[in-house]
């Protein structure tokens, strides 16, 4: 398999339907000096899933959805695990700006949430899958705790941060299955919601990140300069808040249309 | 959109009638001098489908042939118009007949 071909397989599947056969063919003619354009839009496309071939809105909305999720999941775990570690304990000056970001990207989180269609057969279907889905992830979760709850500080050193960063991938795990759940849901189960919410929605997430960005800065700076890790935090949270900021301008390209 | 912009030369090469992938990208060579990227070519096409500028037109194969729309067309002409403008206004500031 030439290379050209494996970075058009990695390309969404409905692209891949609508266009894979031309881009390869396209893709060959051209020889290696298109591979870097293949990746450049291989990620671009990927960060803008509402402009995808679709034959309906609700698709599109259902998509922007699953992208709002993944992009808040990411937001959180990534100032989980950075800021988690460096920040000073509470109580602190900044704890009450900490749990407003949160309520923000809850909020955020629950107005991009599908809704399950309000039937016993379809609230049961979402939470089968949601089970199936989270069970292993649940599961580990469980070892790591029940581990910690044993006591850890007679453990050596290596085997402490094992534990810890078995955790983050746990939780990252859990966060990559809910994006799964949602992005498998067939609208006949759960209705993805509808445009003014889904913008609401996005817009709840990108000030939670902002603000949580310009919170981290404060903390970091309060302790005497900027650090790497809430240089890192801010950047990241920075670069979430623009997908969000695209997502939003997509929904809007397209809402003539839909 | 700007000159060089993917989808405003898609646009343009869509001008005289429906053509498919391939054909589209020989048509902005000749328009342009070079060949887009595979990938900015097809982001482009997705993003003009998804604005509702372009459509696709039944195909023979691989092919998948797509047209302008009506709205694609107006769009198109706006934007040639007012590059025209720019080009004009540009070349008497310059004091160079426009061609």
Redesign the interface.
Known sequence: MSLARGLVRLYPGCLRDRWGDQLETEARAQGWRSWPNLVVRLLDMWLHPVVWPTTSGTQRRGRAAVMSIAVALTGWWWGYVLGGQNEPPPPHVHSWLSRACELLLLAGLVLVAPCPRPTAGCVISVCRRALRRLALPALLAGMVLARVHLGVTHLPVLVRHTLLAGWWVVLAMGAIQVCHVVARLETDIAAPPRARRLRLGIGLTAAAFVTNGLRVLGVALARGGAEPWALVLTVGLLLLTITCAATLHDLQIVSTVD | MQVNDAQTLVLCALADGPL???AI?TAIEELAGR?L???????A???L????LIEPIDGTG???PVRLTPSGRAVLERELRSMARVAEAGLRRLGVAPA
């Open positions: 498919h992938g391939y990208n060949r990227g595979p990938g900015s070519l097809y982001g096409l997705t993003r489908e998804a604005k509702g691989r092919q998948h």
